[in-house]
Every structure is written in C-alpha cells, then in structure tokens.
C-alpha cells in the first residue's frame, strides 16, 4: 500500500477525531462560530497561520522560487510583512467591536442592512473563489502524489465532504485545531526540509548560495542555460514586470487585513490582548517559515533542478521532489501529507468564514432584522449552509477539471480584500463623516473594479495557441486590456474612491453621532463580547 | 478555563444605544481627558509605525524592479544586495511587532482606567 495513502489516512484519522470532540463542545452561537472565545493566544497564533499558509504558499513559493528564482521570494516577503496591518489598524477594533464578523464593526454606525447584504456578498466572493482555486489544485495534487490510485474527481469529492464534515459538527473549535495541527506538521516538515537541504551543502552558506548563482536548466527554446537565480527580474520583466510586483505587494499588505477567513480568528479569543498576541504568534510562525522558503525553493533548484521538476509534475512539485531527492519516499509521503493537510485546514477556514457571513449576517441581520426566530436558527442556517457551500465547490471543481487556469482566483481573492473590505472596515473606524452609503458604494466599487480588471488582464485574456484545450485556454482570446496580473494599484485607490464619492454625495446624521460609540468601543474594549463558560 | 470567562457585568452603556441618554454616555466618554490621552498615546506610536512599514515594504518591490543592476550588487561572496534587503523585512516586521507589543502596554493602562471609571469591573 502506497505510503502517501496511509499518512493521509492517519491526518484524516486525527483531524475527524478533533472533529468528533469539538462537536459536543458546539452548540449555541458563540460556540459554534466563534469557539466560544476561549481560544489562547499562542494557539490562535498558531490557527492564524494554519488558516493562512495554503497550499498556494508552501508548494507554490517553493515552486516559484525553483523556477523564477528570487522573485519568487518577493511573495514570501509580503505574505510576512502584511500582518503588521492586521496588527497595527484591525486586529484589536475588530474584536473589541465586534461579534463574529466584519460586518458587525460596520453595522455599529451605518445601516445594518443595506451594509451587512453588501458585506456579506464581498466575504462570499472572495471565500468562494478563494475556495475554487484551493480545490482545483487539491484535486491535481493529490492525484499527483498519490498517482494511479485516486482520481481527479475522486480527490475533489474526499476534500469537499472531510471539510463539509469539519464544518458542519465541528464547526469554529474544530476548525482551530485542525489548523493547529496542519501549522505544526507544516512547520516541523519545513523546518526538517531545510536542515536536510544545508546538510546537503554540509552547512555551508557560501556552498548553498554558490549553487544558487549558477542553476542549470533548459529554457522554453530547448536551450541550456546558466543563471544567477538571486537576481531579480527572472520573472517580473519590463515593461509592465515592475508595475506588476508594487501592484501585488499593495494586494498582500492590504488584503491580508480584509480576508475574512483570518478576520474571524479574531473573534475566538477572549479580548483585545489576546488577539493582539495570537497576531505576533502568527507573525513569528509565517515569518520563520516563509524565510525557511529560501531553502526549499532554491534547494528544488539546485538539488533537483527546473528540468527534472518539469518532467515530474511540474513547478507544484518542487518541494516534494525535493524531500524525495534528499531523504527518499517516506518523506515525500511525509511531505505529501502535509500538502494536503494544508489545502484541507485552508477549505475548512473558508468555509466557516463564508457560512458565518451568510447565517450571521444575510440570513439573521438582513432577512430577518436581526432576530433569531427559533434558538439555535443562526448555527442551524449555517450548518445548511456550509453543506451547499461544499457541494458548491466540489461541483464547480470537477466542471472546471484539472488542468482549469485557476491560480488568478488567489489574486483576485487578495485585489477584493484589499479593494472592497479593507477600505470601509478602516474608514468605518476612523472617519467620523463616513456612512451607509460610502460603505455600499466602497464595498460595490471594490469588488467590481478588482473583478473588472482581472476579466480584462493576461490571466483570463491571451490568445493561446491550438495546441491549449478545454478550461486551460484563456477566457478571452485576444490581447489583454489591463496588462498587469494583479489589479491591486488601480483597484484599491477605486475603493477608496468609492467610497469616499459615496460618502460624500448622501447626508446621514445618525452615522456620524454614533461614531463616538465606536470610537470608544473598538479603542478601550468597552462592551466588547465575552468569552463564554461551556 | 473557567477563568477566561469574566464574570462581571459591563454596567456602562447599554449594548444597544437607541436612546439619546445613552447616546451621550459614549460621547461624554470620547470627550473625556482620558479617552482623548488614549487616542493621542496610540497616534503616537501607530501613525509613524504604520508609515515607516509601507515605506521600508514598497522600497522593495520600487528598487528591485526599477534598479535590477544595482540591488544585483554582491555584498557577501555571492549574496546580492536585493536578497538582504528582502530578508532584512521579515526582521524589520518583527521588530515592529515587537516594539508595539511594548507601547500597547500603555494603551491597555490607559484603557483601563477608562473601563474602570465607567463601570467595567468595579469593586
């Protein structure tokens, strides 16, 4: 029997057991969509980046890195450097102000409804393609690692139902500690990946950066080729290459701050403080590991090399190979593992973020004013909920296939965060004149302008040759409009805009007295939400 | 556990401040001496904080893409300048984590004395 099966099997095995604990520990709102605020701030630090490292950035870096060299390494950088929004501006409003999600900071001063239906819609776009993209790379890759055994539509199906069920019965505490430990197992395995790749150079940096100045591979013409894979420019080129970079540094140090998923981390802690630390324990886990990417990207590329990656499954499997090539197939299947224990602890975090925004705020707050009409209802609607989502994505995976160009679905899920949630979450906080209408309108404006401008940019639109079939051709066949990948430097100033037009053309008085309420509460804690006894 | 769960009442405004009294407890509060010492405590460390980051962060991608040739620059045997200013950032990100971690000490000081004096955790 395939060693990868049987490591899969066992996370599986853990996690439906955390999942069978926590769901006796799950009834009532505060439980279930926020771990009844008891979580510590170490382990919220660790869930935070367990919700936050998909698999986008342990195997896409690495692979990015092994291809493209050091520009590869610019994601690492503002992956890092983007908590420090969180930590300065929201984390501590948020909670203070807050319930279970971001609309509730907005719905303090502004009009709940016409504010959370909007909310609500921006949260769902981003969890839902944000989702799409985690499940069509799950369904490739665990084809991938597990070869013959499984196929595409098999491996969808498996990630959809483990995560519907971590959802549905285990829901907020479940998902912490399944994000728990992913972050563990991904960080033991990285750290084990880097010791293995230094022992290769026998410990020596000058050795390792050695190789790296001078990798050897096959280009797209056939030809071999030398190249110092620490200078820039391998992948972000002139004209538009540079453009490009600060556009998707703006998505990073931005967006973070306006993904919903890592916002309700927030609200499962005790206070303000709490949330605070889990941030800076997050901070050290995402910094040390996206610094650990050094080690597996440029030890793909020196230690396996572009060409053989290219031949074994493609940019993907670089860090795999690389565990193959260092210490053979039981740490390939090691590492295999915790690829999919991370794609799994991401869908799971999505997953709850978009339910709690349903149930929470569209179904409770917009449908039915607020009211709860039968107890229990809210964690009812988004049990529903998180089962449609998950048949949802499982059917769009499978229609979309294997080979679907999906890898812009992360971009745009970033451009939105920062285009649409992060502009009205901090106006709401800080602009005493901002209202109900700025925030539709910046909400409506943000999502549209990044949705736009990824429609029209070399992600969706190129001409393909014959020879790219089906879902992996291009949307639109003809030249790019908008020629950056990412929409971030026109799309959030578009936000802003947005929403300052908005704010500007319509009076509304209550907003602007109630600002001090606000004021006070997400600065002192005043009122904020307690944790609860079980 | 059960610690984490604080037992008191929060006996300030009400949660749902529809009421015009109630209105002016939370205004009464911004415009105290306190809460003004607070706000003005935070801005301190926070505006600048903020501004150094995205600054120090941009100057990254501003500099690798426009002055390739020059952040190529070897500094120590075959490691270039534009490899030790991207990892200059992570520190960079943890150091002012960490030097907010400290002046937050101040804002929660601060915070309480608010919190006490309008009702939240008496006795």
Redesign the interface.
Known sequence: MNISLVMFLVFIAITLGITYWASRRSAGSAAYFAAS??IKGWQNGIAVAGDYMSAASFLGIAGIIAFQG??G??F???W??A???V???IAEPLRNAGKYTMADVLAYRLKPRPVRAMASLSTLTVSTFYMIAQMVGAGALVKLLLGSMVTYNQAVIAVGILMIVYVVFGGMLATTWVQIVKAILLMAGTILLSFLVMAHFHFS??EF??A??QVTYHDAKGQQVVK?F????LR?KPPY???D??S??MAL?FGTAGLPHILVRFYTV?DA?TA??S??WA??LI?SF??MTTFLGFGAATIVGPDFIKGHGGTNMSAPLLAQALAGNIFFAFISAIAFATILAVVAGLTISATTSFSHDFWTNVIHNGVERRPGEEVLVARISAFVVGAVAIAIAIVLGPTANVAFLVALAFAVAASANLPVIVLSIFWRRFNTAGAVTGLGVGLLASIGLILVSPSLMAIDPPTVVGTARHLIQAKAWFPLENPGILSIPLGFIGAFIGTLISHEPTSQ??F??L??RS?????AE????? | ??N???NFE?A??A?V?ESAES?SV??R??SSKE?QD??AT?KVF?VP??IF??VY??A???L???A?QF??TKVI????L??LF??S??FV??L???L??KA?NDF?RL?KD??DK?G?GGK
């Open positions: 605020r008891q050091y520009d390494f610019l690492s950088v503002g890092l450097v908590y420090l929004t930590l300065l501006v940096f000058g950066f050695g790296i100045s110092d620490l200078q820039p420019g972000y290459g540079p453009l970079l600060i998707l540094g140090i005790p403080k605070r630390h941030v800076v901070m050290v910094g996206y610094i007295h109630k001090n309420e004021l006070v600065n002192t804690g005043l009122g307690k944790a609860t006894v079980h | 556990m059960g984490t769960a604080r929060v300030g405004p949660p401040s209105q939370w205004d509060i911004a809460f607070l706000m935070k926070i904080a903020f980051f995205v962060y941009f990254l991608p501003v690798v893409g426009y390739p952040m190529a045997g075959q490691v270039n534009a490899y991207a990892l950032q992570f990100a943890w002012i984590a960490g907010y971690v937050a929660d915070a608010i919190l309008n939240k």
